[in-house]
């Protein structure tokens, strides 16, 4: 992209040794201006040179007064801007330093010679993760935060965020582009969501999609570690771990319809039975001895009150 004064000229696509252009500037300085950039590929050196050129003749203006850019006292008609990209060649290896400066010549006037410009090749993708997320919540609408690193100064530009709920296997966009490190989720009771989350640096290394999730919450009513107990109820289920029955025993004062839902870790649905209980004493068997070894969740629930439960299968 060149800049001469206030005008802005739009990047070209260049892949020679040689680029020759006119720049229409007239309309601030009276003169067309002549651009031409050289590339020398062996000594590395990029070489512009701006020329004011007649608009009539398109001949070299000689006239000191009549030049391309005037004394910058009104910025930015004194300024000028050259910026470009280029592309790596075979073999650059990642963190590669590319050292670059410029020499400015105004005329016959001695160089003017910039510091010097460092650059770092970055060709690793960054790395994300969604934080861990409590295993139940009450709330339907909950924070999921997240978090990425680069390996150098490129750093992290923006994150990509997917979820799905409970059998869904196909995964969601949420947040797309994203420099939030975090945001409120909105979900539904007696679901379960799963998140993960993908990172793009700052010069389009973008992290491998996941195979599988980062975090997970079940959205539920009541919470529950081991056991559950109200006015009405009492619920408790063992042994955890099991070799594969698990017994529910408890107490209602009332009698309810007892549900149990048994879901693996991606919320698939592998068990369900209900039965009516009468007041008094309960005590249920459930054979999980048909599933592999592993983590599982059993749902309980009777009438408004539910019993969530981690259950841990273990070979026999």
Known sequence: MVAVGPSFFDPVEWNGSNWNDTLDTRSW??????????LDTVTRELT??????DTLTAIPVDDVFSGILPPDTVPPMGSGIFSYDIG?????????EVLNYASIIFGLNEPIVTPYWLNTVDLMAPSSAISPLSEFTTDTTFSVTWSGTDSIQS???YFDTYYAVNQDTLFQSWLSATSDTSAL?????DSTYYFYSVAVDSVGNREEEALHFDAFTTVTIQTAVGSFASENLSLSLFPNPTTG?????????????????IRNAVGQ????????????AISETIDLSRLAPGTYFATITC????????VIRIAE
């Open 29 to 38: 300085n009276g003169v067309l201006t002549a651009l031409e950039v050289n």
């Open 48 to 53: 512009l040179t701006l020329q004011a050129l």
């Open 88 to 96: 790596l060649n075979s073999g650059v290896v990642h963190a590669t």
């Open 155 to 157: 750093g992290v530009r």
């Open 185 to 189: 989720f909105a979900g539904e009771v």
């Open 245 to 261: 029955i698990v017994t529910l025993r408890g107490r209602t004062e009332n009698g309810c319809t007892l549900g149990v839902t």
């Open 269 to 280: 649905l592998l068990e369900q039975r209900s039965f009516r209980t009468g007041r008094g």
């Open 303 to 310: 009438d408004g009150s539910q019993l969530l439960q981690r």
